[in-house]
């Protein structure tokens, strides 16, 4: 079952970003739990903003985080698709679909023209994923740590 997250799910929603950090991705170096509560909570209940849970028999099983961002004068406005993470005991077996699918629908339903989401190079299993539900784009994103 896909859901709006809500306050209760936060201390789950903090653990599940290990998902996102086990190999081949990597522990940002200021990740700090208490922060990312913090900006959950403000996900969670902002306007322009949602996280989205998969769950199975109250479980967590996945998860996905949206944003309305900029409005572009050639596009029209963006939705960013900022984590989306899959329990390891749950890949493969269609959570991911239905919370991409879901992410699509609610992006949609907020106005958005367009879906987009960024992918490290060494996430090569989830850019497998991505391509089975056939990107209209693809691009490279440059980033610089700002701190």
Not at 32 to 49: E, H, K, N, Q
Not at 85 to 103: F, I, N, Q
Request: charged letters at 20%; glycine letters at 6%; a neutral charge.
């Amino acid at each position: 079952m896909i859901r709006n997250a809500t306050p209760a799910d936060i201390p789950q929603l903090v653990a599940a970003y290990d998902w996102l950090f086990a190999p081949p991705g990597s522990k940002p170096t200021h990740w700090d739990p208490a922060a990312a509560a913090d900006r959950l909570t403000r996900v969670i209940t902002g306007p322009r903003t949602a996280v989205l849970v998969a769950t199975e028999d109250n479980e967590l099983t996945g998860f996905c985080t949206l944003y309305l961002d900029i409005e572009s004068v050639r596009f029209g406005q963006r939705c960013w698709l900022e984590d989306l993470a899959v329990s390891p005991t749950h890949r493969s077996h269609g959570t991911g679909t239905t919370l991409l699918k879901s992410a699509h629908q609610w992006a949609r339903d907020h106005g958005a023209t367009h879906l987009e989401l960024d992918s490290a190079n060494t996430r090569t299993a989830a850019h497998r994923f991505y391509h089975r539900h056939a990107p209209r784009a693809l691009s490279t994103t440059f980033g610089w740590d700002l701190a």
